[in-house]
């Protein structure tokens, strides 16, 4: 039987993301030991002549904690990008009024990518990844859609909600359009699948191995699965 675990966001956002007791364990686990090899390493540096080991400990674990914060700071900046390439991904999908094909929803990724680029508040390497992020969530909403366009729902349909109302026509020319969009992108988007640390503009998500369910209220990076420490889970 699986439970639902839904995150508490520690980085002031306002994202729901609280850690079970299972993860708690493991993050510290992991740190105790990153800890230990680094004062394992302070001594085998000096021959393991002299010096002492709780000295050696204090100093790996300030150096440790100095590594951790600054992988803190990147994350959020990663989330701080991809919540910005979400909403002018939304923004550009929202102003697709008639004619829409593949080529229409790769022009409004693209804007969404470009504008997130000229602001110049992101690296390259992080504007790519959740541009590849967004497609990624898109890729999955358009295909749990692909026989229901018609029943249009928030939860279902990711960012295309905001194509909620429009007409018959519409929709389905925006299920063709979809389409053949996933055809396009092929096996250059590797999608089925979620891993923890990926970033996702939200959801249920279930682990491949055990079941357990993480509920992202709002765009978050994935947590590994607080019962069974397993990285790997499908969308619900």
Known sequence: ??????????????????????????????????????????????????????????????EVEQRLAAHRQEKE???????RMYKEARRALEDVREKISAETIKDALDKASATLRQAGEYSGETVSKVTEAVKKDLANAAERLAPKWEALSEDAAGLFAVWQGRSRAFLGGAATATGDWLRELGSRLEHRSYRAGELTGGGTFACTQCGERQLLAQPNHLAECPKCQNNEFRRV
């Open 1 to 62: 039987m699986s439970t639902e675990t839904t995150q508490q966001d520690t980085t002031g956002s306002g994202t729901m993301r609280t850690r079970g007791k299972g993860e708690t364990t493991a993050l510290e686990e992991e740190r105790r030991r990153m800890i230990a090899t680094a004062a394992y390493l302070r001594a085998e540096g000096r021959g393991f002549v002299g010096g002492d080991a709780e000295a050696d400990w204090l100093a790996a674990e300030a």
């Open 77 to 83: 900046r990663e989330l701080a990008a991809f919540r």
